[in-house]
């Protein structure tokens, strides 16, 4: 995956990708397609409700029943 770097939050429903390089300048929340190429990219993971983003990093919510096992891989690829 690079140099992008996942990490759990202390919501279990959220998880952080880490990355090298700046995303956005100001915070930036994303719960619908239309806003920024990579949040597009994540909404359209089944399961992922919501994308925060922040200088290099992003924290992404998946909705309570959705499994972190189905989502990690379009999360990587995303990002490649």
């Known amino acids: 995956m690079g140099s992008a770097r996942?990490?759990?939050t202390p919501n279990?429903?959220?998880l952080k990708v880490t990355v090298d390089r700046v995303l956005v300048?100001?915070?930036m929340t994303f719960s619908s397609p239309g806003g920024?190429?990579?949040?597009?990219a994540l909404l359209a993971i089944p399961g992922v409700?919501?994308?925060?983003?922040?200088?290099?990093?992003?924290?992404i919510t998946k909705s309570p029943e959705a499994d972190?096992?189905?989502?990690?891989?379009?999360?990587e690829e995303a990002f490649r």
């Open 36 to 40: 920024h190429p990579l949040a597009d």
């Open 12 to 14: 279990p429903n959220a």
């Open 6 to 8: 996942i990490g759990p």
């Open 68 to 75: 972190w096992d189905a989502i990690e891989p379009g999360i």
């Open 49 to 59: 409700v919501s994308v925060f983003m922040l200088k290099n990093y992003a924290t």
């Open 25 to 27: 300048e100001k915070p």
